[in-house]
């Protein structure tokens, strides 16, 4: 076979099996199980893990959504218990964000308060250490062959981190406002993280809309603090272990870009809320409790509203 006709035909066949490995739903059989069996968790936690309408199963992807491109089996509670994932310890609790570069106030999300959030998040204690200068020439600059716009590599960048990792670190989180890039084929990615390594790296350049030479607006500088959010709690749930979510609309669903990011919620789903309790050990009322305060604070009433409900389950009226 000439190799020109066996090249089509191996596009031809991977095109076939993509198509017949397209992404489906999983079924409410399917949600459940990835649960597992709540029969040992205490009573608050059951009430909150149940499978409500609060949580609506994952968005079927479009064309260029994140599970069209990237397909992802799921990962079960079982299998994420069967993975020993690393847990925080009386020696190792703290997560340490580390800004890497420039941090104007007019451009970046504020950072103590992205602390404050994690710190909710998390039910951890979440440290900010002194910023990072880098010189121009570190981590591995490029410019994006697309944009133009300047990109630094994201292994560069973790290399780094795992020398400065402190000695009652859980995990050392680098952020920036310089773009990333995972590899030389890829555009660009939001983040990347070493599990095993406890680091990763996190960047909130394309989650500014602003345009050039103009002052943000209120809308936008709370859409920019929304979306930083996002990232910041779904890079670090994967340093707990957890895969990309595929059965609920889920802050921890991969993303290709701002609209699929935008689209997911700020909250865990049941499956992966499960997970990041048996990693931490936290009170989960006095989570949502706090988170609800945080929200309160920003006057993220849709997503206080949604936390109150959830309180509500934590604590359901007994019968007369």
Request: with cysteine; aromatic share 12%; glycine share 4%.
């Amino acid at each position: 076979m000439r190799r020109e006709t066996f090249l089509a035909f191996s596009l031809c066949f991977l095109a076939i099996l993509c198509a017949s490995a397209a992404f489906e739903v999983p079924s409410p059989n399917e949600r459940q199980r990835a649960l597992g069996d709540l029969q040992h968790e205490p009573a608050a936690l059951r009430n909150l893990l149940a499978l409500t309408d609060d949580f609506l199963p994952v968005t079927p992807p479009q064309r260029t959504d994140w599970l069209s491109t990237h397909p992802e089996k799921g990962q079960t509670f079982d299998e994420y218990l069967n993975s020993h994932a690393n847990r925080p310890d009386y020696s190792r609790h703290v997560i340490y964000l580390l800004p890497i570069g420039e941090f104007p106030e007019e451009l970046c999300p504020p950072l103590e308060s992205l602390r404050a959030y994690a710190a909710a998040f998390f039910q951890m204690e979440v440290k900010i250490l002194p910023s990072y200068y880098p010189h121009d020439l570190e981590f591995t600059p490029r410019n994006n062959p697309h944009s133009r716009q300047r990109q630094v590599l994201t292994g560069s960048i973790l290399d780094f981190l795992k020398l400065r990792l402190p000695p009652d670190a859980y995990c050392l989180l680098g952020v920036t406002m310089t773009d990333l890039y995972p590899q030389r084929s890829w555009n660009f990615v939001f983040g990347q993280a070493s599990i095993s390594d406890r680091v990763g790296v996190y960047s909130f350049a394309r989650y500014n809309t602003t345009e050039p030479g103009t002052d943000p607006t209120n809308h936008i500088r709370e859409l920019f603090f929304q979306r930083s959010t996002k990232v910041l709690v779904h890079e670090t749930a994967h340093m707990f272990g957890l895969l990309h979510c595929i059965y609920f609309d889920c802050v921890v669903n991969g993303s290709n870009g701002l609209d699929e990011t935008d689209a997911q919620p700020q909250f865990l789903c049941p499956i992966c809320l499960r997970k990041l309790h048996h990693a931490i050990g936290f009170d989960p009322v006095l989570r949502y409790e706090q988170l609800a305060k945080f929200y309160h604070r920003e006057k993220w009433y849709s997503d206080f509203d949604w936390v109150q409900r959830q309180l509500k389950k934590s604590t359901p009226a007994s019968n007369p």
